[in-house]
């Protein structure tokens, strides 16, 4: 992708329509999947790896979604 196209991409995400949140789409299905088994309803964010901050390097998103399955099976 040169700037050209990147910079149509910003645009298009600022004026008409932002780009999806597939983390957070994600979040909500698995909450809602989980709910009906779960005593307490899941919180969307705990099924986030991504913080704030820049993205990650796979493995170490993958070494959160580990910690995030190991959180699970605990409770």
């Known amino acids: ?3 050209r196209e990147f910079s149509q991409w910003i645009a ?5 329509q932002p ?4 983390w957070g789409q994600t979040a909500m299905l698995v909450t809602s999947v989980l709910a009906p088994y779960s005593k307490q309803t899941p919180d969307p964010e705990k099924f986030i790896p991504i ?3 820049a993205p990650k390097h ?3 998103i993958a070494e959160t979604l580990k910690r ?8």
């Open 1 to 3: 992708m040169d700037s």
């Open 12 to 16: 298009w995400a600022r004026w008409f």
């Open 19 to 22: 780009l999806d949140d597939t």
């Open 51 to 53: 913080e704030d901050r």
């Open 58 to 60: 796979p493995t170490q």
């Open 68 to 75: 995030i399955a190991a959180d699970l099976g605990k409770k």
